[in-house]
């Protein structure tokens, strides 16, 4: 699975962003989709996942209810919506596939390029 991510940028405080990956060479719809992001002198982060196959979600806590992860699987491509950002979610996001749920970057198995998102106060 390749994996490519876009849509970062700079955006004030209490704005939106939508991350984009764009997924190819996908051979099974067992696989999830994630997003992790990192800070410089920290471990990577899981952010949010989707199963492909039935479109099941999950969050971390930091960023329920403000961030939204979907699918497009006629356009192979997963999004993360961002809305009320805050300071603290200024970070480097990847997207990256695995073979089911996971949390940890360690679980995953494709990486996109990462693509940074810096927010203002």
């Known amino acids: 699975v390749q994996l490519q991510a876009s849509g970062g940028g700079l955006v004030q405080a209490g704005g939106s962003l939508r991350l984009s990956c764009l997924v190819s060479?996908?051979?099974?719809?067992?696989?999830?989709m994630n997003w992790f992001r990192q800070t410089p002198g920290k471990e990577r982060e899981f952010v949010a996942g989707?199963?492909?196959?039935?479109?099941?979600?999950r969050y971390a806590d930091s960023v329920k209810g403000r961030f939204t992860i979907s699918r497009v699987s006629a356009e192979y491509t997963v999004y993360l919506q961002m809305n009320s950002l805050k300071p603290e979610d200024t970070a480097v996001y990847y997207c990256?596939?695995?073979?089911?749920?996971?949390?940890?970057?360690?679980?995953?198995?494709?990486w996109g390029q990462g693509t940074q998102v810096t927010v203002s106060s």
């Open positions: 990256a596939s695995s073979s089911g749920v996971v949390t940890s970057p360690l679980g995953a198995v494709s």
């Open positions: 060479g996908l051979t099974t719809s067992d696989n999830v």
């Open positions: 989707i199963s492909w196959r039935n479109g099941v979600k």
